[in-house]
């Protein structure tokens, strides 16, 4: 019998009666607060939009995808609607909107391409690389975080995340300043990274305002991740980093390595600081 | 008589019966090569916006636009149509899809929020420095260019924009290599710039590749602004620079701060090289 990794279980979908609806259940196991990651809607809506411009045109790999966060998704069941915009020679678009009945979580543009085609020869060009850190096993894993936080973010426990040591001041009181986090990343069960599996993995690491002495969560307003490469087996090395707070906002910018030290996803997000609710 | 500049003249709107539409007319003045500058399209993605969520519920500023390029915008007429996507306390999201006929060209998906409340202290955290270039007057402006190039880009005669004289090295076959661009903007006829000329601003210099040593344009598959504060009068500096150059796609990121050395834009892009038709 096939096992189906937890992360491919919670981005399954089943068609509805509508052509262009999906049906999805978002699991209490993947929320922080009371929310379910923003990553994991990303991923299922690349998963929704992957079947569509996948068969249609040959482009099942996101390169590019922007999602605006609308209101808070909840456990339980969801619907995912898609729209296709582009089907092109190279790449192809398309639209994807999750809801949880009459409400809109999370509405997603997002451009795909073949990347199987393409992941060939080294970067070209890289101006950033990859993080310094000890081995997974000297850094600092979610089974040293105190069980209240695991039980406010229980993703934690679907995902095996290592902190720099040197990231994880702010949990004692002693923030670096340098609004930096760093880590290890991979899925259990020996399931490899992939691109939907990265539009996750941009997603997790604590906010780096944490870092800043900033306390509480950054809730999401946008988030745009671009899949550079398909990823290598192995550990995945995450580096966030922000350039600006100001008035309440903050940018915050990913980069994840693969094993083989190849940049394969950039995102930025914008976030609220101190106002859990709108 | 009052006299509208020629930018709010180029994002100008008016209703259609269609109480979610909007005509506009894009101008051959904006154009490079054959297609309507991504920037200008933007920004009236962004005017269109304004309108209904400024008066929706005060929310008139963006503060995050991503646009997915889906076709080349023509000079000519087109419509946008807009779509209120969640109206919130302190912020609100909207769609913007344009289109020529019954090509759509952009789709948007943007958050708004009130900056005027908002722009009050300095920033919190800046990790980002203006450039340092030499004042407008010692750098290179379009009227340096050759003819062919402000024929092939009408746009320059439509802004005063002022290279950093490092940065055209590339135009005399002498790329630098450092993948960077700077210069000076400011629109002519004293047009203050507002959060909608700065979706403009972002697009502006030529892509970093050119600096790399990479010829032709760099055809925008998708671009993400950050607005985040409201810009103060007077010339805006720019830098773009580029962390990744794979697999003929570039990521390329802009910071503009205004003339009291704020950050005010953020924008990141994703382009695709050496393949202008897809």
Redesign the interface.
């Known amino acids: 019998m096939n096992h189906t990794a937890e992360f491919d279980q919670a981005i399954s979908l089943s068609r509805t009666e509508d052509p262009s609806g999906y049906r999805a259940d978002l699991g209490d196991g993947w929320r922080f607060g009371t929310s379910i990651l923003g990553g994991l809607l990303m991923a299922l809506a690349g998963r929704a939009l992957s079947e569509d411009l996948g068969k249609a045109s040959g482009h099942g790999d996101p ?2 995808v ?1 999602a ?1 966060f ?2 808070r998704s909840l456990p339980g069941p969801a619907t995912v609607r898609t729209e296709t ?2 089907q ?4 192809s ?1 398309g ?1 994807a909107s999750i809801k949880q009945g009459d409400h ?1 979580r999370v ?5 795909f391409a073949d ?1 199987a085609g ?4 080294k ?6 690389a990859p993080p310094n850190m000890p081995p997974p096993e000297k850094c600092v894993g979610s089974e040293m975080a105190p069980p209240s936080l695991l039980k406010e973010a229980p993703f934690l426990d679907r995902v095996d995340l290592r902190l720099a040591p040197e990231c994880v001041g702010w949990a004692l009181g002693a923030p670096s300043g340098q ?1 930096t986090m760093q880590g290890w990343l991979r899925l259990p069960d020996d399931r490899a990274p992939d691109p939907l599996m990265l539009l996750l993995a941009v997603d997790c690491l604590p906010p780096v305002s944490l870092d ?1 002495g900033i306390p509480g969560w950054a809730p999401t ?2 988030l ?1 991740t ?1 899949i ?2 398909l990823p290598a087996p192995g550990w995945l090395r995450l580096r966030h ?9 903050m ?1 915050e910018d990913a ?1 994840v390595w693969d094993s083989t030290d190849r ?1 394969v996803a ?1 995102s ?1 997000q ?1 976030t ?1 600081l101190g ?1 859990p ?2």
């Open positions: 390169v590019s922007s605006h609308l209101s915009l582009r092109g020679r190279t790449v678009s639209m809109e509405r997603v543009v997002a451009t990347l393409k992941t060939t020869a970067p070209a060009w890289a101006f950033s609004a800043l307003l946008e745009t671009h550079r490469a980093s922000t350039t600006l707070v100001d008035n309440d906002f940018e980069e940049l950039q930025r914008l609220r106002r609710d709108s």
